[in-house]
């Protein structure tokens, strides 16, 4: 795990990754919240549509009822996702490949707002680890 071990421990910046990392999700659970960090677990395995991913997302972050499934309301709930106590938040979203292929345009709007959320200025570090494999993905390093 020695590439999550450096975003853990702060030696790679929060950002948006490709990880092949075959290790179970308990495992990777484990060490991200052993480090300290909040770990939430999108399951896309069998998602190739927009509103099966923002359903999904919702769910692995745990938004409020109202979350209205669009865009703009994964945006405005994902600035306020943090750490709380924690020294950041990672989400390993599982089986992105067949959305990312199925709905190119949605699946690169999906990445342009999470990435407004690595970026951000509050909130502490928020890391995406596209976990196994899948398209190129402009723009994305490898955590591997």
């Known amino acids: 795990m020695s590439g ?6 702060g030696h790679t910046p929060a950002g948006i990754y490709t990880w092949h990392g075959a290790f179970p999700a308990a495992d ?3 060490t991200v919240e052993h480090a ?3 770990f939430a677990r999108l399951d896309g ?11 999904g997302i919702g769910q692995a972050l745990g938004f409020p009822d109202y979350y209205g499934q669009n865009f703009d309301a994964l945006a405005d709930l994902l600035s306020d996702v943090d750490g709380g106590d924690q020294d950041g938040v990672v989400l390993l979203w599982e089986g992105w490949a067949p959305f990312a292929r199925a709905d190119e345009r949605a699946f690169s ?23 196994g494999e899948g398209p190129d ?8």
């Open 4 to 9: 999550l071990a450096a975003l853990l421990a």
């Open 36 to 38: 300290g960090w909040r």
């Open 28 to 30: 990777v659970q484990h």
């Open 109 to 131: 709007v999906a990445l342009s707002v999470l990435g407004t959320r690595v970026n951000a200025e509050r909130g502490g570090p928020f890391s995406v680890l596209l976990r």
């Open 137 to 144: 993905v402009p723009g994305v390093s490898s955590l591997d």
């Open 45 to 55: 395995v069998g998602t190739e549509s927009k509103q099966e991913f923002l359903e």
